[in-house]
């Protein structure tokens, strides 16, 4: 048996269907008002006296694969108190019904304002055709910004960051309440003049979770004087790990010396690695007449006048970095060293026979890659071990000190032996690193002033100096359980939606998209 559906309820709530009509595309239903009398908006006095009546026209949800028009039968009141400036007045339906002025119902509006918050302008306006719902992108944006959802709640944890509308040109700061895990605004910058003003208009705020950078911390510090600072922890934890790398690049020299490779021959060297050799020597003349100069006391700017190099660069040479023989990333063969070295050694020298072997062990490198290391190995056969012997880049020794012994292959654990036998400053340096990271994971605050006493003494002293720059925020961080974490994931999601939006997005209405999303 077919069950009749009522024709009433193909209409919001409070109107009342007066006649149907059928088109090949839609059906327009005649509405009116089920109530007797009107409310004049300006002195609220109820009247029953109709002036006249307006046809206007409104979409609603689709129903049957087809739209919905409603032809609202719209009357004009008389408003009967003597003293109101309206005399004439259109009665009103109701926001949650049909809102004033608005050409679409509110339950149309509820699913348009969705749908530009899930997939923007244009992909939705696309999409809500489909669905029998034609709208503008124009409109769906409109509809996004005027119903963006506003804070309304007290803020006491907050988390700031900074944003990039484009990489290295222009950066915004995000906002964020730490407590309700909610965006609460965008600025459109970073710069401490803004940050500073937002934060003053909100002095309820009591703790304030940054990254390291200067900026907010300044800003914080003279608009909220008696709020909590927390430096973020996995930024304090990533600041370490790249003051110990920085440590191995200055420590490379002595690095060479200890594994014995201070000497390269060139013959051994493949084409492009000839190329990176000629490129050292190249550095290598370059940092000595920087050292040279500096050994004077001439001052890094007369060093950029009289060579011609960045100031950037002469920074970096006077700090210890630019000494990596071969400054290259981890080789795709090195994993499969042993296994090359094993077929080798049981006769197998043809360069496409091990390629094929090693596929066969998940190797997705070129036949070129393994040809280079066989003719490679046919020229080191004549030579001694230690000529042979190759140092890691700086990035590959900073990580093998830092993982466990038996993560590593037995030619990586002579390396390293022989660098911690020969360079005991960067054991201690890894040792403090190690111990740094200890404490935040341990909230242990009560070991940061020895730790910063033995690590000014050490490889590691310039991130001390900053720690202890930073002091108090940095303890915040240990003690507090407040960071910056989702932070770094609403940037994640922000950066999603901007990117939907081609970039193309003002801040205005990337802002109305992340707090309606929330």
């Given at each position: 048996?077919?069950?009749?559906?009522?024709?009433s309820s193909?209409?919001?709530?409070?109107?009342?269907?007066?006649?149907?009509?059928?088109?090949?595309?839609s059906?327009?239903?005649?509405?009116?008002?089920?109530?007797?009398?009107?409310?004049c908006?300006?002195?609220?006095?109820?009247?029953?006296?109709?002036?006249?009546?307006y046809?206007?026209?409104?979409?609603?949800?689709?129903?049957?694969?087809?739209?919905?028009?409603?032809?609202v039968?719209t009357?004009?009141?008389?408003?009967?108190?003597?003293?109101?400036?309206?005399?004439?007045?259109?009665?009103?339906?109701?926001?949650?019904?049909?809102p004033?002025?608005?050409?679409?119902?509110?339950?149309?509006?509820c699913?348009?304002?969705?749908?530009?918050?899930?997939?923007?302008?244009?992909?939705?306006?696309?999409?809500a055709?489909?669905?029998?719902?034609p709208?503008?992108?124009?409109?769906?944006?409109?509809?996004?910004?005027r119903?963006?959802?506003?804070r309304t709640?007290?803020?006491?944890?907050?988390g700031v960051?900074?944003?990039?509308?484009?990489?290295?040109r222009?950066?915004?700061?995000?906002?964020?309440d730490?407590?309700?895990?909610?965006i609460?605004?965008?600025?459109p910058?970073?710069?401490?003049?803004?940050?500073?003003?937002?934060l003053?208009?909100?002095?309820?705020?009591?703790?304030?979770?940054?990254?390291?950078?200067?900026?907010?911390?300044e800003?914080s510090?003279?608009?909220?004087?008696?709020?909590?600072?927390?430096?973020?922890?996995?930024?304090?934890?990533?600041?370490?790990?790249?003051?110990?790398?920085d440590?191995?690049?200055?420590?490379?020299?002595?690095?060479?010396?200890?594994?014995?490779?201070?000497?390269?021959?060139?013959?051994?060297?493949?084409?492009?690695e000839?190329?990176?050799?000629?490129s050292?020597?190249?550095?290598?003349?370059?940092?000595?007449?920087?050292?040279a100069?500096?050994?004077?006391?001439?001052?890094i700017m007369?060093?950029?006048?009289?060579?011609?190099?960045?100031?950037?660069?002469?920074?970096?040479?006077?700090?210890?970095?630019?000494?990596?023989?071969?400054?290259?990333?981890?080789?795709?063969?090195?994993a499969?060293?042993?296994?090359?070295?094993?077929?080798?050694?049981?006769g197998?020298?043809?360069?496409?026979e091990?390629?094929?072997?090693?596929?066969?062990?998940?190797?997705?490198?070129s036949?070129?890659?393994?040809?280079e290391?066989?003719?490679?190995r046919?020229r080191?056969?004549?030579?001694?071990k230690?000529?042979?012997?190759?140092?890691?880049?700086?990035?590959?020794?900073?990580?093998?000190?830092?993982?466990?012994r038996?993560?590593?292959?037995?030619?990586?654990?002579?390396?390293?032996?022989?660098i911690?036998?020969?360079?005991?400053?960067?054991?201690?340096?890894?040792?403090?690193i190690?111990?740094?990271?200890?404490?935040?994971?341990?909230k242990?605050?009560a070991?940061l002033?020895?730790?910063?006493?033995?690590?000014k003494?050490?490889?590691?002293?310039?991130?001390?100096?900053?720690?202890?720059?930073?002091?108090?925020?940095?303890r915040?961080?240990?003690?507090?359980?407040?960071?910056?974490?989702?932070v770094e994931?609403?940037?994640?999601?922000?950066?999603?939606?901007?990117?939907?939006?081609?970039?193309?997005?003002?801040?205005?209405?990337?802002?109305?998209?992340l707090?309606?999303?929330?």
């Amino acid at each position: 048996m077919r069950a009749e559906v009522r024709i009433s309820s193909l209409v919001p709530s409070g109107l009342v269907i007066e006649s149907v009509s059928d088109s090949s595309d839609s059906i327009i239903l005649a509405v009116r008002s089920e109530a007797g009398m009107a409310e004049c908006p300006v002195c609220g006095s109820r009247s029953r006296r109709i002036h006249s009546r307006y046809d206007r026209q409104v979409s609603d949800l689709p129903c049957a694969g087809k739209q919905i028009r409603l032809r609202v039968i719209t009357r004009r009141f008389v408003c009967e108190v003597p003293h109101c400036r309206r005399r004439i007045f259109a009665e009103r339906f109701g926001d949650n019904v049909l809102p004033t002025r608005s050409r679409q119902t509110a339950r149309l509006e509820c699913i348009v304002h969705h749908l530009g918050l899930a997939l923007g302008g244009r992909p939705a306006a696309s999409f809500a055709r489909r669905l029998m719902m034609p709208v503008s992108n124009d409109t769906l944006l409109r509809v996004v910004r005027r119903r963006a959802a506003r804070r309304t709640h007290p803020l006491t944890v907050v988390g700031v960051d900074d944003w990039a509308f484009r990489r290295n040109r222009r950066y915004g700061t995000i906002v964020c309440d730490l407590e309700r895990r909610r965006i609460v605004t965008l600025l459109p910058d970073r710069e401490v003049a803004t940050v500073r003003a937002w934060l003053a208009d909100h002095p309820e705020i009591s703790v304030v979770s940054r990254d390291r950078g200067g900026g907010y911390g300044e800003a914080s510090a003279k608009a909220l004087p008696d709020a909590i600072q927390v430096a973020d922890r996995w930024h304090l934890m990533e600041n370490a790990s790249a003051a110990f790398l920085d440590a191995v690049r200055k420590s490379m020299r002595a690095i060479r010396s200890a594994i014995g490779s201070t000497t390269i021959t060139p013959e051994l060297l493949t084409s492009a690695e000839k190329l990176r050799y000629e490129s050292y020597l190249r550095r290598e003349d370059t940092n000595a007449a920087i050292m040279a100069l500096a050994r004077d006391g001439v001052s890094i700017m007369q060093i950029v006048r009289r060579l011609g190099h960045s100031r950037n660069l002469v920074r970096q040479t006077l700090r210890g970095g630019r000494a990596d023989v071969f400054q290259t990333r981890e080789r795709s063969l090195d994993a499969y060293y042993l296994f090359l070295e094993g077929l080798w050694s049981s006769g197998c020298r043809n360069g496409a026979e091990l390629w094929r072997r090693l596929q066969m062990q998940g190797f997705r490198g070129s036949l070129r890659t393994v040809g280079e290391w066989t003719t490679r190995r046919r020229r080191s056969e004549a030579v001694s071990k230690q000529q042979l012997q190759r140092v890691p880049s700086a990035r590959t020794i900073a990580r093998l000190m830092t993982i466990k012994r038996d993560c590593m292959t037995k030619a990586d654990a002579l390396v390293i032996a022989a660098i911690e036998a020969g360079v005991p400053s960067l054991v201690e340096a890894r040792t403090l690193i190690d111990q740094f990271h200890d404490m935040i994971r341990k909230k242990d605050e009560a070991k940061l002033d020895a730790w910063i006493a033995n690590a000014k003494a050490s490889l590691v002293s310039s991130f001390a100096t900053g720690v202890l720059k930073d002091i108090a925020a940095v303890r915040a961080a240990i003690t507090h359980p407040w960071s910056n974490g989702q932070v770094e994931g609403q940037i994640t999601k922000l950066k999603l939606v901007k990117r939907q939006m081609y970039g193309r997005a003002k801040i205005d209405l990337l802002e109305a998209r992340l707090l309606g999303a929330a």
